[in-house]
């Protein structure tokens, strides 16, 4: 019981929603280190830090589903990511200031930031998934 408890505090539990207001910024211009399509995302970004198999971490993977969110599996989570959390839009399409996966990755409240921990993507991660959801978050 012990360990489930100290699991989900590592995880960020399911209680601490977002704010409902979007970002007030995000750059203007970035350089992206990875290519800006899903499948870069996924492979670069989603899979080894948010939970996937090997990823070490196990709050979106096969055993962890924080949020209602599960990131193991490319289709499933592209669909999860087009879905909501506490109402608002995980990935809204076109509009990165309003989409809850870029205020996770940006905000610099270490128990709401994405991945999980006291260190940041990098800026090039983090310009990428912006990119990408500024293009319309295409599934490839």
Do not use: F
């Not at 409902?20 to 990875?34: G, K, N, W, Y």
């Not at 109402?87 to 610099?108: F, N, Q």
């Not at 991945?115 to 978050?137: T, Y």
């Amino acid at each position: 019981m012990l360990l489930v408890s100290i699991k989900l505090l590592a995880c960020g539990g399911d209680d601490d929603a977002a704010t409902d207001a979007c970002l007030a910024s995000l750059p203007e211009t970035c350089a992206a280190s990875i290519p800006v399509n899903y499948t870069s995302i996924y492979d670069k970004v989603l899979r080894p830090s948010c939970g996937a198999i090997g990823s070490g971490s196990t709050c979106h993977g096969p055993s962890g589903n924080q949020g209602g969110l599960s990131l193991y599996d490319p289709k499933g989570t592209y669909a999860e990511l087009l879905g909501t959390s506490d109402g608002r839009a995980r990935v809204l399409p076109g509009d990165a200031l309003c989409s809850v996966l870029m205020e996770r990755l940006e905000t610099s409240n270490i128990a709401n930031r994405m991945p999980l921990n006291d260190v940041q993507l990098p800026a090039g991660l983090r310009c990428a998934v912006q990119q990408w959801i500024e293009a319309g978050a295409p599934e490839d």
